[in-house]
């Protein structure tokens, strides 16, 4: 069983900067491939970027490539996403998820078993 809890959210003005973490506990972190998703109301929840079990790969969504960051700190049970350039498009739900893989996170929500509860991020105009 892994437990995992995102902070960081918040509001924020267009263009500007938020750093959300993960904290894992629980199994082994390092067998997990970690991921971002995030879910605006009325939509579907969407990966937005994903980290390999060392951290030597990542992956975003086109719409957040060059602005976004996603990182690892496996000693510290740990994940991040550094936001910037913020866009009122980005409004949404945060959730980190963990799926038990040592390559490329999935793409799918059904490809993870756990999930955090999820961190508010809005950003105004």
């Known amino acids: 069983q892994v437990q995992l809890v995102e902070s960081g959210g918040g509001l924020v003005q267009a263009g500007g900067s938020l750093r959300l973490s993960c904290a894992s506990s629980?199994?082994?972190?390092?067998?997990?491939?970690m991921a971002w998703f995030r879910q605006a109301p009325g939509k579907e929840r969407e990966f937005v970027a994903g980290?390999?079990?060392?951290?030597?790969?990542?992956y975003y969504t086109d719409s957040v490539k060059g602005r976004f960051n996603s990182s690892r700190d496996n000693a510290k049970n740990a994940v991040y996403l550094q936001m910037n350039n913020l866009k009122p498009e980005d409004t949404a739900v945060y959730y980190c998820?963990?799926?038990?893989?040592?390559?490329?996170?999935?793409?799918?929500?059904?490809?993870?078993?756990?999930w955090g509860q999820g961190t508010q991020v809005t950003v105004s105009s």
């Open positions: 998820a963990a799926a038990p893989s040592y390559g490329r996170p999935p793409i799918s929500r059904y490809g993870y078993d756990y």
């Open positions: 629980g199994r082994t972190f390092t067998i997990y491939a």
């Open positions: 980290i390999n079990w060392n951290g030597d790969n990542t």
